[in-house]
């Protein structure tokens, strides 16, 4: 039985740590008094220590990066774009993920079966490997990465919705929807997708954090977001030849990384729990 | 017998249509691979005469006939950089990522299924929660991420904090350009060298793995016969040993065929980050480079080595499991 006074004080920080992140994301680089993108006296501001206050007088919070940047300014904007095309993805991937399983389920025959041989194919290479092979194949960029997440990750719901759908199509509320003339698609869209939802929504809401890695994973390796616009993951990147020296401008920009994904994986096992009315973990792909 | 032919089949199936989904992606990308290989410079006539003799004027399906006669005669092309068999580039690169993966997967389960056992046995007390806290961060660290975070421990941490020189661990590369070529010496250098990248991916692996077996054994735990052997005054090591893992060991054994994959695939970012050339980094430049043979070589590797995983975790299940031959 999951206790549910712990289940809550779990989403409680997760949402609040979510928030955190959304409103910094959103306010810093606005007040921040320096330019994140701008490259300024290099020389002088390069590599700065956590805390340490520049001859202008400003104070860098994590220090700055090996141009002279700000890192918190930089990491702020950078969770814009990560977590903006972390969550486009996983939705774009679930959207894509109901409709295919659902016309797939609902249409039967040959349709269904090259949809559900795609995806079993698509499914039979780690995700990782799919993902570095589409992102090479097209010029990167934010477009490109949501585009790849959602090509995928659709696999997943698609088979989740296809068997709650066949599971739902031959109820006789259905039966009785269709008898009185309903087209296929209000009945597809009123009584046998509203079943199918739930753990549609489940596999979404982990999805997000899981898409978040993946984007960062993407643009450590130079396929993703491209520099001078930050990501947490180039930003990663961009700080691993001063690993030696400076380790805080690889490693502070993970920190925001590793307590997105760790607030969204919270916040889906609670979701799960709650639906499922029982403890249950699935492993997912890893970035 | 019929069933396993059965499974063969699908199994043989769905490599084919991963192969010539893999195909099709890499024809429909942009970027011109023979523009890739010859100088920038060269005249327009030159291009053509490269991309003739890398096969890829010729029409699209018979592109995909001679490549897909060449695989039923198991032959994966040639590289079009370095001008080698795929499959020797590939035998090069698989041992060293098999090698990384497997040694931190036996780890990964062996930590991650004590620790689960050790929450469920505590379940809902302070040890139970520190450590679900604990997994669940470690869970959400990308890999490259905690590499970087030992390197740095290795590197700036060991010449700042003055490590003793038994801990100073090698950070980078597969072994040492100055130490031993072989022998005792060598086999060293090498674990030396492979401490933290096998304890990366120990770590994020052995962190999914503790939640995983924390819900199975307090699955186990709450039923009847476990009661049984406590009423009955069985130790409290007898009891874990060998009444609830040996029902909670199924799953797990199917999870670490299923697994083996997803840490080769991971470990992407681990040799990219530590300097090892197995697969990962094989496939990371040769996508750079749009070296098409060794891409698709490399995807259908891995696209086997997961059917190959399924199909041994569906086989072992009944073997394991009593209760699931019918």
Known sequence: MPRLPQTTWRVRWAIALLAALVIGAIVVPLVAPTDPRAIGDVLAMRLLPPFARDSAGHVHLLGTDRFGRD????????????????????????????????????????????????????????????????????????????????????????????????GVRTQSYVEAAMALGARPGRIL??????????????????????????????????????????????????????????????????????????????????????????????????? | MRMLAG????????????????????????????????????????????????????????????????????????????????????????PVSLGLGLSSLLLTFLLGILVGTVQAARRGGPLDTTLTVASTAVYAAPSY?????????????????????????????????????????????????AILPVVTLTAIGAAGIARYSRTLVSDVTGLAFVQTARAKGVTPTTLYLHHVLRNALPPLVVLFALALPGVLAGSVFVETVFAWPGMGRLLVSSILARDYPVVMGATVLYAALVILANLAGDLALPVLDPRRRS
Not at chain 1, 75 to 103: D, E, K
Not at chain 1, 203 to 221: C, Q
Not at chain 1, 250 to 266: D, E, F, N, R, Y
């Open chain 2, 145 to 193: 991420w905690l590499s970087l975070a030992l390197v740095a421990l290795f590197t700036y941490g060991a010449a700042r904090w003055g490590f003793p020189p038994a801990l100073r661990l090698p950070a980078f590369g597969m072994r040492d350009p100055a130490g031993g070529a072989s022998g005792w010496s060598a086999l060293t250098d090498l674990m030396r060298h």
């Open chain 1, 71 to 166: 890192l918190f300014t930089r990491m702020m904007l950078a969770g814009r774009v990560s977590l903006l095309v972390g969550l486009l993805g996983a939705l774009l991937a679930g959207g894509a993920g109901i409709l295919v399983g659902a016309v797939a389920a609902w249409r039967g025959g040959v349709l269904d079966r090259v949809a559900m041989a795609i995806g079993d194919a698509l499914l039979a290479i780690p995700r990782l490997v799919l993902l570095l092979v589409f992102a090479a194949l097209w010029a990167p960029g934010a477009t490109m990465v949501v585009i790849v997440l959602m090509a995928t990750g659709w696999m997943g719901v698609a088979r989740l919705v296809r068997a709650e759908v066949l």
């Open chain 2, 7 to 94: 499974r063969l089949a699908q199994s043989v199936l769905l490599l084919w249509i991963v192969a010539t989904l893999t195909f099709l992606l890499l024809r429909a990308a942009p970027g011109d691979p023979a523009a890739l290989l010859i100088a920038p410079s060269a005249s327009a006539a030159d291009v053509a005469r490269a991309r003739a003799a890398l096969g890829l004027n010729r029409p699209l399906p018979v592109q995909y006939a001679r490549w897909g006669r060449a695989l039923l005669e198991g032959k994966l092309g040639e590289s079009f950089v370095t001008r080698e068999p795929v499959s020797l580039v590939l035998e090069r690169a698989l």
């Open chain 1, 189 to 287: 869209w009123r009584h046998v997708l509203p079943n199918a939802l739930g753990a549609a929504t489940v596999a979404i809401t982990l999805g997000v954090g899981s898409a978040i890695l993946l984007e960062s994973g993407l643009s450590f390796l130079g396929l993703g977001i491209q520099p001078p616009e930050p990501s947490w993951g180039n930003m990663i990147a961009g700080g691993r030849d001063a690993i030696v020296t400076a380790p805080w401008v690889a490693l502070s920009p993970g920190v925001a990384l590793i307590l997105t994904v760790l607030a969204c994986t919270l916040l889906g096992d609670a979701l799960r729990d709650r639906l499922a009315g029982e403890e249950t973990i699935t492993l997912r792909a890893r970035g």
